[in-house]
């Protein structure tokens, strides 16, 4: 998904809307407790009186979404607006943020951050499911830093295999 050109404005942030979000996670599907939609967006500008951009908070709560990345191109969405180049609005948990080292503002009233100077690419990596339940993926970077990534297995809206057919799958945001 690629969004370009547009502008999200929420002043009016009084009486029933007091509790809304500009940008907020819908119910249509989702079968695996991860955010797995490629998306980048450019030239989108968030203006909101309380600084809120998108609700990680609630697609955390409501849906397992604890891996949100949004690669934004050109800074669009740094609520400081100090960034100018490619840049991450990720889930502020440590398997997308402890990498990265202090290019990442953390945004806890949204459960998200927001890191400057960086472009994500998805890591997936699917294994036979036995065996695994206490298995985690190990990412390191070049100084020696590490995160632990926990697997889950893979959710399928098919009804014609069993579970035994499923994966367990690890997914990393770089």
Not at 40 to 53: A, K, P
Not at 136 to 162: H, M, P, Q, R, W
Request: with cysteine; net charge negative; proline share 2%.
């Amino acid at each position: 998904m690629l969004v370009k050109i547009i502008l999200c404005s929420s002043d009016k942030n009084t009486g029933s809307c007091a509790s809304s979000w500009p940008i907020a996670m819908d119910s249509y599907k989702y079968y695996d407790t991860h955010f797995d939609y490629l998306s980048s967006w450019e030239n989108v500008r968030v203006v909101d009186s309380r600084g809120y951009v998108l609700d990680g908070c609630g697609a955390m709560q409501t849906f397992g979404f604890n891996d949100i990345v949004i690669n934004d191109l050109n800074g669009s969405l740094d609520r400081t607006g100090l960034s100018t180049g490619p840049s991450a609005l990720v889930s502020n948990t440590p398997a997308l943020t402890n990498l990265l080292g202090n290019k990442c503002s953390a945004h806890t009233d949204s459960c998200m951050a927001y890191c400057s100077g960086v472009c994500m690419q998805s890591f997936y990596y699917n294994v036979e499911q036995f065996r695994t339940e206490t298995w985690k993926l190990v990412i390191t970077d070049a100084n020696g830093e590490s995160t632990e990534i926990l697997g889950f297995i893979e959710a399928v809206d098919d009804y014609s295999f069993s579970d035994a057919f499923r994966y367990t799958c690890y997914y990393v945001d770089l």
